[in-house]
Structures are given as C-alpha cells and as structure tokens.
C-alpha cells in the first residue's frame, strides 16, 4: 500500500531531518563567520588589557611570572605579539616577532612595502587602533590592534583571519558530518518506535475493513493501554455487538 501511514511516516520524518540539517548548514555557514570574527576581536582587545595590565605591574617583564602568563593568554587566544621601546628595542614577543616588527616600522616610518597593504580601520580610541589588513603578495588577511602603552611602549597585536577560515571550515565539516550521522541514526530509531504505532492503527483498518464485510471474527488483539487501545477495545464490543445484533435480525 503506497499510501500507507506505515511508509508515509518514517518518509515525513526523512523529509524533515534533512530539511533541518540544509537549514543549520546554511545559517551556519552565513553567520558562523560573523560570530567566530566578532569573538576573536573581543579576544584581541582581551590581549591587550592582560599586556596593559602585566606592563602597569612590572615595566621591563623581568619576573617570569608575568612572562608566563602573558605567554598563555597570546597562546590561549592564538595571536602574535610585540613590544617594542621608543628606542626601537624589542622589549616582548610572541610569535612571528620579526614579522610584527616590520609591521611597527611600517607603521611608524611608513616603509615602502606597506604600499601593498590594504587596511580598514574598524575600531579606533585613545588606547589603541583595530584595523583589518590584507597582505595583497600572500593575499593573507589579519585583524592588528595597535598602539602605545602608558609606559611609552609601542605595540602590534595581531590574529590571522585565515586561520579562523580554516578552522570555521573544519568545524563546518564536522558538524555536517555529525548531523548527517544523527540523521541516519535518528530516522531508524524514529521508524522503529512509529512502528509501535503504526503497526496497530494499520491492524486496526484492516479489521474495520472486514467489519464492512460482515466478518466479525477478526478481533484486536494488542496490549496498548493508550488511545490506540481504547480504540480496539472499542471496536472488539462493536463488532460483538453487531455480530450479535445481525445474528438476532437472521433468527427473526
């Protein structure tokens, strides 16, 4: 029976998981990056208030204390990072150091490989500047939050949007993975527990089915105490009625 509950159902439950999981993998992929950028920009600005707060406590970084946990929130928050005097001595770094000092001469000094930059400034206050850059040779894209400590230090903060790319990507992956495998799984456990139902319903027709016919021999036999088994029970005592009811017209 092409129109049966028994196949309509479990196909309804199919249609409707996969319809949730093109729905989650779009959203996902639209708004995801938003969030996952959003985050690391708040995570950039929490850099710099630990290293504002490590540099207000101990000026030159000599106890290695402060060292360490400097070292862990750049680690923990997977920026780079420089500290440099007015002198143009390194006095901290973090990562690609080499890197980010050409980046302060380029700021700074306005060196000539900054040409082939492009930058958008998206936050800027007394404390520091947050712009977005792209390096048009690698065609690299960073957040850098820049600027100058009370202690006169100079600094450059920087996190990779291509790495977050990468990662959004693998984290895109999985879940739809993981979705797709809850999907599967769900739909069997879904068809495995409508059965309990539609199995019922199903005996039920047929037996209202040869009711129709005058065949009242065909009883409900299930154990469901639940309005399915109200049902049956209930057409149990029509059909002995009505056997009983057509028996009584034949004697008369």
């Given at each position: 029976?092409?129109?049966?509950?028994?196949?309509?159902?479990?196909?309804?439950?199919?249609?409707?998981m996969?319809?949730?999981?093109?729905?989650?993998?779009?959203?996902?992929?639209?708004?995801?990056?938003?969030?996952?950028?959003?985050?690391?920009?708040?995570?950039?600005?929490?850099?710099?208030?630990?290293?504002?707060?490590?540099?207000?406590?101990?000026?030159?970084?000599?106890?290695s204390?402060?060292?360490?946990?400097?070292?862990d929130?750049?680690?923990?928050?997977g920026?780079?990072?420089?500290?440099?005097?007015?002198?143009?001595?390194?006095?901290?770094?973090?990562?690609?150091g080499?890197?980010?000092?050409?980046?302060?001469?380029?700021?700074?000094?306005?060196?000539?490989?900054?040409?082939?930059?492009?930058?958008?400034?998206?936050?800027?206050?007394?404390?520091?500047?947050?712009?977005?850059?792209?390096?048009?040779?690698?065609?690299?894209?960073?957040?850098?939050?820049?600027?100058?400590?009370?202690?006169?230090?100079?600094?450059?903060?920087?996190?990779s949007v291509?790495?977050?790319?990468?990662?959004?990507?693998?984290?895109?992956?999985f879940?739809?993975?993981?979705?797709?495998?809850?999907?599967?799984?769900?739909?069997?456990?879904?068809?495995?527990?409508?059965?309990?139902?539609?199995?019922p319903?199903?005996?039920?027709?047929?037996?209202?089915?040869?009711?129709?016919?005058?065949?009242?021999?065909?009883?409900?036999?299930?154990?469901?105490?639940?309005?399915?088994?109200?049902?049956?029970?209930?057409?149990?005592?029509l059909?002995?009625?009505?056997?009983?009811?057509?028996?009584?017209?034949?004697?008369?």
């Amino acid at each position: 029976m092409k129109h049966s509950i028994k196949y309509k159902l479990p196909i309804l439950i199919i249609v409707i998981m996969t319809v949730a999981i093109a729905l989650a993998s779009t959203f996902g992929t639209a708004f995801i990056e938003k969030y996952y950028i959003s985050h690391k920009k708040d995570v950039i600005v929490d850099v710099y208030n630990k290293m504002a707060q490590v540099v207000k406590e101990d000026k030159d970084l000599s106890e290695s204390d402060n060292v360490q946990a400097l070292n862990d929130e750049c680690e923990n928050a997977g920026v780079t990072i420089i500290m440099i005097d007015s002198s143009g001595n390194t006095i901290y770094e973090y990562g690609a150091g080499k890197t980010l000092q050409r980046r302060w001469q380029e700021m700074i000094y306005g060196a000539a490989f900054g040409a082939e930059r492009e930058r958008t400034i998206i936050e800027k206050n007394d404390n520091y500047t947050m712009q977005r850059a792209r390096d048009l040779l690698s065609d690299q894209e960073y957040y850098e939050l820049f600027g100058t400590l009370d202690s006169g230090y100079y600094f450059v903060i920087r996190v990779s949007v291509q790495n977050m790319r990468e990662t959004l990507n693998i984290t895109n992956k999985f879940y739809l993975i993981l979705l797709i495998s809850m999907t599967v799984v769900m739909t069997i456990m879904m068809i495995i527990v409508t059965r309990r139902y539609t199995d019922p319903i199903l005996e039920l027709a047929t037996i209202s089915t040869r009711m129709s016919n005058l065949d009242f021999d065909a009883k409900y036999t299930g154990k469901h105490k639940d309005e399915i088994g109200v049902l049956g029970n209930s057409m149990n005592e029509l059909s002995a009625k009505l056997e009983g009811t057509i028996l009584e017209l034949k004697k008369a």
